[in-house]
C-alpha cells in the first residue's frame, strides 16, 4: 500500500495492515476490555491533535471517545466483527484507528493531508463531518478518513471481504508493537489472513 505523507513525514507515522477473513459468525471477547480500560493513555491521541493545532477536547480522537463511554458505564458497542476487533484494539493500544473496506478505496495511493476549507464527509452514524485544517486520508475520490470519525463511503459492511486498518500515531508513539498486537489478535479473534503491513514514517 503505498500512502504518502507529504509535509507530515518528520511529525507522524501511520501503522497499517491489510488483512482478509470471513468473520460474520465471531464475535471479540471482552476478557482484555476492563484492564484496557485501566491502563488507556489519552496521551497519544491527544499529541497527535495537537500536532495539527486541533483541540482534543473539542473533536476528540475516536479510541479516547469510546474509553469515555465505557468509562460512563456504556457497553462496548458492537457494531461488525471487525469492527468490534478494531474498537477493541484503540483501547489496548491507546490510539486512533481507522477501518475501512479495501475494496471501496479508488486509486494505488493514500495521501495524508490536512482538510481545506469546506471539507467534509458523511460520517458513519456521525452526520456531517467537518474537516478542515483536520488531519484526513485521501484516495482518488477525495477524504475518506479521519482519527475521529471515518466516512459512510468506505465503511465496512457484512459483504466487506479485504480490510484496511490505518493507526493514526504521533511520531514517537510505539508502532511496531501496536501493529504486533493488532495482527496477533485478529488472527486470534477472526481467524484473519494477514496480507500485507507496515509503517509508514
Not at 43 to 60: A, M, N, Q, S, V
Not at 133 to 160: I, M
Amino acid at each position: 500500500m503505498r500512502i504518502e505523507l507529504g509535509k507530515f513525514k518528520d511529525k507522524i507515522q501511520i501503522p497499517y495492515g491489510i488483512f482478509k477473513c470471513d468473520c460474520s459468525d465471531k464475535e471479540v471477547p471482552e476478557d482484555e476490555l476492563r484492564e484496557a480500560i485501566v491502563n488507556f493513555k489519552r496521551e497519544w491521541g491527544r499529541k497527535l491533535y495537537k500536532i495539527f493545532g486541533e483541540d482534543p477536547t473539542k473533536f476528540r480522537p475516536s479510541s479516547e471517545s469510546l474509553w469515555r463511554r465505557i468509562q460512563k458505564g456504556n457497553s462496548f458497542p458492537r457494531v461488525h466483527p471487525a469492527v468490534d476487533a478494531i474498537n477493541m484494539l484503540s483501547l489496548i493500544n491507546s490510539i486512533p484507528y481507522g477501518l475501512y473496506d479495501f475494496s471501496k478505496i479508488k486509486g494505488e495511493k493514500i495521501i495524508v493531508r490536512t482538510g481545506k476549507k469546506g471539507e467534509g464527509y458523511e460520517g458513519i452514524r456521525r452526520g456531517w463531518i467537518n474537516l478542515e485544517g483536520r488531519l484526513l486520508l485521501e484516495d482518488e475520490e477525495g477524504p475518506f478518513g479521519n482519527p475521529t470519525g471515518d466516512s459512510l463511503r468506505t465503511a465496512v459492511s457484512k459483504g466487506t471481504e479485504v480490510f484496511l486498518y490505518i493507526i493514526f500515531a504521533p511520531k514517537d508513539y510505539p508502532s511496531i508493537e501496536a501493529n504486533r498486537i493488532t495482527m496477533e489478535k485478529l488472527k486470534k479473534w477472526l481467524n484473519a489472513e494477514i496480507i500485507e503491513y507496515g509503517v509508514r514514517r
